[in-house]
């Protein structure tokens, strides 16, 4: 791996960024507007629901960490995105770049992209709602490592299906983590789902990153368990979606697709 | 005369349509090889194989003796491509672009790099404008720009000045001819430009639904077909092909 070829695919990227206040509002506007509703809507709950009674904001902690996990996929998949809405995916291919070059440097780019939009909304969490989401400690770094994972995961398949059905896959990208929020448990317990989801939603790391998370603020019991399994299950989903990521860039070579992407 | 560039039995298929039919040839070092064909001969299909974005059906590439089946990184190095259908992000400067393929190359020297590609392509004057704000001649320089920023030893143009005023596009072609010169390259010309060709060429390749149909210089195909130009060439051939179909 060549530590200049990631650089300068991180470049690419942070030229875009750096040079464009639209872009950078539009990445701050969506978390923090998220977070806004989310705060007035679990205050209320603090108020009236005798689950969340002793734990002010555990709702606003889940927004946020959804939150996070949302941006960092949907910035892995826009990092794809841009290339081919620019017409400059031909010319990412024929630069002497690995996938695991390009992997990488859309890894690290992706975090920038993420903590942009994501450290104002946590700032202004602190005096908007007197909640802070540092509350829930050292396992924090590993809930965000986790999500962090999964939402690269999650980024590396919809890439994968963009690099194979070109912008069609487009909308896929926007509506994946849609479809999984139900089934993460994101706000509410895995005992609320049906027992049939259930046994679906223990196959996502997000039930166990979520319940840890309540578990910590409702509970102030940290079970390392529940960690440890989102790990486990993150390293599954990564190696396939790596595998995925390889397998559809050869694919794409035998169909064509990399020479008329975003035609 | 070394070859550069040797291509065997070339072959794409797309399910049942076949896009390039065991079509073989070479570029030698330091020669600028024409390849014309009507829209949908297999142009594209061709260069795309030969840098390695498409895997051939059967046949192989070889780039300075390696196969980029089995080299694509690393003869990727030393090659680079323009088309007028693939474009640099607009929102990026003219500079931003190239240090940004430069480091992609592994460029070790890039402002001096930048440097000297801006003074001999006239870039100076619009290097930290955005490039989405450039006249269509002033993109087709920083695509060039680009495309030699890894001092590439193989070069694939496709139609380098499609689109371009007269006094542009012949300063595009003077540039073409004198790199080639100056720097040994090895360079594939695809264009609907016949003057171009002639003037660039010393080889031409013509192909036709997915096949070389005819090859040879300039001067030798005119006076084989008993035509006064390489346009009435191409245009005996291409009609030719469709009544023998």
Redesign the interface.
């Known amino acids: 791996m060549?530590l200049?070829?990631i650089?300068?695919?991180f470049?690419?990227h942070f030229?875009?960024i750096k040079?464009?206040l639209p872009r950078i509002l539009d990445l701050i506007y969506w978390p923090t507007i998220q977070i806004i509703l989310w705060g007035f809507i679990s205050k209320f709950f603090t108020a009236y629901s005798d689950y969340y009674n002793n734990t002010v904001g555990v709702i606003l902690t889940c927004a946020i960490l959804y939150d996070f996990l949302f941006r960092s996929s949907i910035s892995f998949n826009m990092l794809f995105l841009?290339e081919i809405w620019?017409?400059?995916?031909?010319?990412?291919?024929?630069?002497?770049?690995?996938i695991s070059e390009i992997i990488t440097a859309l890894v690290g780019t992706a975090l920038i992209r993420t903590l942009i939009g994501l450290v104002p909304a946590i700032l202004i969490t602190s005096p908007l709602f007197g909640i802070s989401i540092l509350n829930l400690g050292i396992p924090l770094f590993f809930l965000f490592l986790s999500l962090y994972i999964f939402g690269i995961t999650l980024g590396l398949f919809v890439s994968s299906g963009l690099l194979r059905y070109g912008p069609a896959f487009e909308n896929i990208a926007w509506s994946s983590l849609f479809l999984l929020a139900p089934l993460g448990c994101i706000y509410y317990p895995i005992e609320i789902l049906p027992d049939f989801f259930q046994n679906v939603a223990r196959g996502l790391p997000l039930v166990y990153i979520f319940e840890e998370a309540r578990s910590i603020l409702v509970n102030q019991v940290v079970n390392y368990s529940n960690i440890k399994n989102a790990f486990l299950l993150n390293a599954i989903y990564l190696f396939v979606g790596i595998s995925l990521f390889y397998y559809s860039f050869?694919q794409a070579?035998?169909?064509?697709s990399?020479?008329n992407i975003g035609? | 005369m070394q070859k550069a560039v040797i291509v065997e039995n070339l072959s794409?298929n797309?399910f049942k349509k076949e896009a390039v039919k065991e079509i073989s040839f070479t570029i030698n070092e330091n020669e600028i090889l024409g390849l014309l064909g009507p829209n949908g001969c297999g142009k594209?299909?061709t260069i795309?194989m030969m840098?390695?974005?498409?895997?051939p059906s059967n046949g192989r590439v070889v780039i300075h003796g390696l196969d980029i089946e089995k080299n694509r990184?690393?003869l990727?190095?030393k090659?680079?491509?323009i088309?007028p259908?693939?474009?640099?992000?607009?929102?990026?400067?003219v500079k931003?672009n190239l240090?940004?393929?430069?480091?992609?190359?592994?460029v070790k020297f890039i402002s001096e790099r930048i440097k000297y590609l801006s003074e001999k392509l006239r870039l100076e004057e619009f290097i930290n404008k955005?490039t989405g704000e450039l006249s269509s001649g002033q993109k087709n320089r920083v695509s060039l720009a680009?495309a030699l920023i890894n001092e590439p030893s193989i070069l694939f143009l496709d139609e380098p000045t499609a689109s371009l005023d007269p006094e542009t596009g012949d300063f595009v072609r003077s540039f073409i001819e004198k790199i080639s010169r100056e720097k040994k390259m090895s360079i594939l010309l695809a264009s609907h430009n016949m003057d171009e060709v002639k003037r660039l060429c010393k080889n031409v390749l013509m192909m036709n639904n997915g096949v070389i149909i005819d090859k040879g210089t300039p001067d030798d195909l005119i006076k084989k077909h008993g035509k006064r130009n390489l346009e009435e060439v191409f245009l005996k051939l291409n009609r030719n092909n469709h009544e023998l179909k």
Do not use: C, D, Q
């Open positions: 060549s200049n070829r650089i300068g695919l470049l690419r030229f875009l040079s464009s841009e620019s017409r400059n995916f031909t010319n990412l291919f024929i630069a002497p770049m690995r050869s070579r035998k169909k064509g990399l020479i035609e | 794409k797309y594209t299909t795309a840098l390695g974005l498409l895997k990184i690393s990727l190095h090659m680079n491509f088309s259908y693939i474009e640099l992000p607009k929102k990026l400067s931003e240090i940004v393929y430069g480091k992609l190359y592994g955005k680009k």
